[in-house]
């Protein structure tokens, strides 16, 4: 059974990718890149700041701007790179209904490697079965795209 906090985490999560393809998809083409990205990040912290009520900081600022690491950087790196990445991918030509399949089937099995490799988590046969099953839809998506192509 899961629990209630880690469920309402992962609702939160994915109602939050659900709209970030729609909206991501619906981005104007003539709008500039990285203007697009700029606004992004704006509109965010407007959005960001009222979650201090939620969870209010308990030391001072600079108390918990040392307690940062080096990820921090990495996720803002990575932010960016999904943005720009599906940015251009669907001004390209991606489909919504299997960009996000795609790249996170990929990212599925790279994660699940990664957490074996760097974080000892453990590689069971249903781990292995479900990168089987990712790497089946990705062939399955691509094979049905050359198809029609």
């Known amino acids: 059974m899961m629990k209630t906090g880690l469920l309402i985490a992962f609702l939160i999560a994915i109602v939050g990718q659900v709209l970030y393809h729609v909206t991501q998809k619906s981005i104007s083409t003539s709008a500039h890149p990285v203007i697009s990205l700029l606004t992004f990040y704006l509109v965010a912290a407007v959005f960001t700041l009222p979650l201090f009520w939620l969870f209010p900081v308990t030391g001072s600022v600079t108390e918990e701007i040392q307690k940062l690491n080096w990820a921090v950087y ?69 094979w049905k795209q050359q198809l029609s192509s």
């Open 74 to 142: 990495g996720v803002a790196a990575s932010i960016v790179m999904i943005e720009i990445g599906f940015l251009l991918a669907y001004r390209a030509g991606a489909e919504l209904s299997s960009a996000a399949v795609l790249t996170a089937s990929v990212v599925a099995v790279s994660t699940l490697i990664m957490g074996a490799l760097f974080f000892r988590e453990s590689l069971s046969v249903m781990k292995v079965a479900g990168i089987a099953l990712c790497l089946g839809g990705i062939g399955l998506m691509t």
